[in-house]
């Protein structure tokens, strides 16, 4: 028996080792087509957000005045070119009519200088308005009357000569006087345009038809800056803020689901707009991605909030 095992665990040995020999010593290598790939599932990336309008318009008094009417409040609906607030016009009417007076009078200034030109005799007279020759008598007398008339023609040629100069400075003095009339007539027309433009400013009217967001002034108070601001609410869209890690997998144009509260199932959305800068809070750093509904959800309210579901790509 002893001789039987020693028998077998030698056959054993030898077959190990030539194995061994047919490998070159190591453990063999599976092939190319004995691997298999796995690719990973895309999975999906979710964040929160809340509903805002697309956008939003802040509004202002461009003037300096006294509150006299707020006629809107928050949450209100409004159409384009209402009117939403006012000052008190006193002071910018009056300034409108000062200016209409002003500009009124200068353009008949304008007027009667341009007629007082119109009617003045040419700069230079000529000699052949001076008086006419008396000749066409006969003999002695005749040629007494040529002389004569002569002379006086040499006498009212010098008159000419010098009511020629005087003339010449009269039409610089009148064109001197309608550059001034008419540059006065422009500085009242800037005037009143911006009396105007004043007295428009006491009025805030919505630009665009929306929803007023928020009204920070009432009557009595006196006039500032971003008084009222209106959200255009016939597109929504959602805010969410996406971590680093995630926002790799976004790309414009993607399709998302958004789910609200209080609203039953799941509405779709697409990514228009992407952060290139994050926000870092406590270390850890975000990215605001903008989702534009595909139709915006019946009932839905500004600033509630949102859960956004991309799936990574």
């Known amino acids: 028996m002893r001789w039987i095992v020693a028998g077998v ?15 070159g010593g ?32 802040n509004l202002s008094f461009s003037v300096s005045g006294t509150v006299s009417s707020v006629s809107v409040k928050a949450g209100d609906t409004v159409t384009k070119g209402q009117e939403l607030a006012r000052i008190d016009q006193s002071d910018a009417k009056e300034a409108v009519a000062t200016a209409e007076d002003e500009l009124a009078d200068a353009k008949a200034s304008l007027t009667a200088v341009q007629a007082s030109a119109s009617a003045s005799p040419s700069a230079c007279a000529t000699t052949s308005t001076a008086r006419p020759s008396t000749s066409g008598g006969s003999g002695t007398t005749g040629s007494s009357s040529t002389s004569s008339s002569s002379a006086g023609t040499g006498g009212t040629g010098g008159g000419a000569a010098a009511d020629c100069g005087t003339k010449t400075g009269q039409t610089q003095n009148f064109i001197s006087s309608i550059l001034s009339a008419k ?40 006039a500032k800056s971003n008084v009222i601001s209106i959200g255009v609410v016939s597109t929504m869209v959602v805010k969410a803020s996406f971590s680093e890690a995630d926002i790799v997998s976004l790309t414009m144009g ?3 689901t958004v789910t609200l509260p209080g609203h039953d199932g799941e509405y779709t959305a697409k990514i228009t707009e992407i952060a290139q ?13 903008v989702l ?8 839905i309210l500004i600033g509630q909030s949102a859960n956004v579901t991309v799936s990574a790509s």
Not at 292 to 299: A, L, N, Y
């Open 9 to 23: 665990a030698a056959v054993a040995a030898i077959g190990v080792t030539g194995t061994i020999m047919l490998t």
């Open 277 to 289: 800068t994050g926000v870092t809070s406590s270390n850890l750093v975000t990215y605001t991605v």
């Open 183 to 222: 540059q006065s007539v422009n500085t009242k027309s800037a005037a009143l345009a911006k009396a105007e433009r004043e007295l428009a400013g006491t009025v805030i009217t919505a630009p665009v038809a929306g929803k007023v967001l928020t009204v920070s002034i009432k009557a009595g108070d006196t």
């Open 254 to 256: 993607q399709s998302a």
């Open 26 to 57: 190591s453990t063999p290598t599976p092939t190319a087509s004995d691997q298999k790939v796995e690719r990973a599932s895309s999975g999906e990336v979710t964040a929160k957000g809340t509903v805002q309008p697309i956008t939003t318009q």
């Open 292 to 299: 534009t509904f595909d139709k915006v959800p019946d009932g």
